[in-house]
């Protein structure tokens, strides 16, 4: 099988090109396939004629967003609905990413993936409108993988690094940290998600549509941060702080669990978010706190 890799550089995308084995895989930089570009994009599908295309690129940094909205459009919807119509005219499958965030939060048991989108803000906007766009172009050749909270070894360079690397970077530097016990997640490892990816484009029961992959179970970004801090054994004061999901005047979803039902069905799960947590640690960092 012939797949197109874009996004090769990030933390998932690294991840996949590591983990998708078994196939002939391109996987063009930035200066090749800018996925801002309608012509680049049918360029790359005609020219390497792939069966699978997996599309990790997207403006994702949640703030910076509501002020370069034009920019998050483009590339979380405009680009995903040119990718779709360039692979439904190869007749190949595509698959590209969303969120958690499509969600308003006002739930208190995992979202399944028919649940209606409310999002809150432009982020949360521009994804929905992103899966909508593809699914219209081309309903029988789209899947989306909504997932959350991701964290692997290459970090999120829009976003500075990831959230792990931050918090233990944090805590070198701080003898008391604040963390939201507001918002609800399930943090995932793109390791363990890329390897659930690599699974689901060898299953023959795939079929198109929206899914939901997470590390299972769900906690707070304290709980999450007090887990690092355990296993790594850093002494650190931390405090839990209630910001009612409010980044400024921008709204975040409270509650933003995704329940993976429908590959679940297929046999395709994600362990645990804290063992996925010390997997990561341990690849990152050699061992646990002394």
């Given at each position: 099988m012939k797949i197109l890799l874009i996004g090769?550089?990030?933390?998932?995308?690294?991840?996949?090109?590591?983990?998708?084995t078994g196939h002939e895989i391109c996987a063009p930089g930035r200066e090749i396939l800018d996925i801002g570009s309608s012509e680049a994009i049918e360029s790359?599908?005609?020219?390497?004629?792939?069966?699978?295309?997996?599309?990790?690129?997207?403006?994702h940094n949640v703030p910076l967003c509501e002020i370069e909205f034009e920019s998050a459009f483009k590339i979380n919807c405009i680009a995903i609905r040119d990718l779709a119509f360039a692979c439904k005219q190869a007749e190949a499958l595509l698959i590209t990413f969303s969120s958690d965030y499509v969600f308003?939060?006002?739930?208190?048991?995992?979202?399944?993936?028919?649940?209606?989108?409310?999002?809150?803000?432009?982020?949360?906007?521009?994804?929905?409108?992103?899966?909508?766009?593809?699914?219209a172009a081309a309903p029988d050749h789209t899947i989306i993988v909504r997932t959350c909270g991701l964290y692997g070894m290459h970090g999120a360079r829009s976003k500075g690094g990831n959230?792990?690397?931050k918090r233990i970077k944090d805590a070198k530097n701080h003898r008391t940290l604040e963390m939201g016990c507001d918002q609800v997640v399930s943090p995932t490892y793109t390791d363990d998600l890329s390897r659930a990816i690599a699974r689901l484009i060898d299953h023959p029961e795939l079929k198109p549509g929206i899914y939901h992959l997470v590390n299972e179970g769900q906690c707070s970004w304290y709980q999450f941060t007090k887990a690092i801090y355990e296993l790594m054994k850093i002494d650190i004061v931390l405090?839990?702080?209630?910001?009612?999901?409010?980044?400024?005047?921008?709204?975040?979803?409270?509650?933003?669990?995704?329940?993976?039902?429908k590959a679940k069905e297929m046999g395709v799960t994600l362990p645990p978010w804290r063992d996925a947590l010390e997997r990561y640690l341990k690849d990152k960092y050699g061992k646990l706190g002394e």
């Open positions: 090769k550089t990030g933390q998932l995308g690294s991840d996949l090109l590591r983990n998708v790359a599908v005609n020219n390497f004629r792939p069966n699978v295309v997996i599309n990790t690129a997207a403006f308003a939060g006002d739930k208190r048991t995992p979202y399944l993936e028919s649940d209606q989108p409310a999002p809150l803000q432009i982020y949360g906007i521009s994804r929905v409108a992103g899966e909508f766009a593809a699914l959230f792990v690397d405090k839990a702080v209630d910001r009612g999901g409010m980044t400024g005047s921008m709204r975040r979803p409270l509650y933003s669990v995704l329940a993976n039902t």
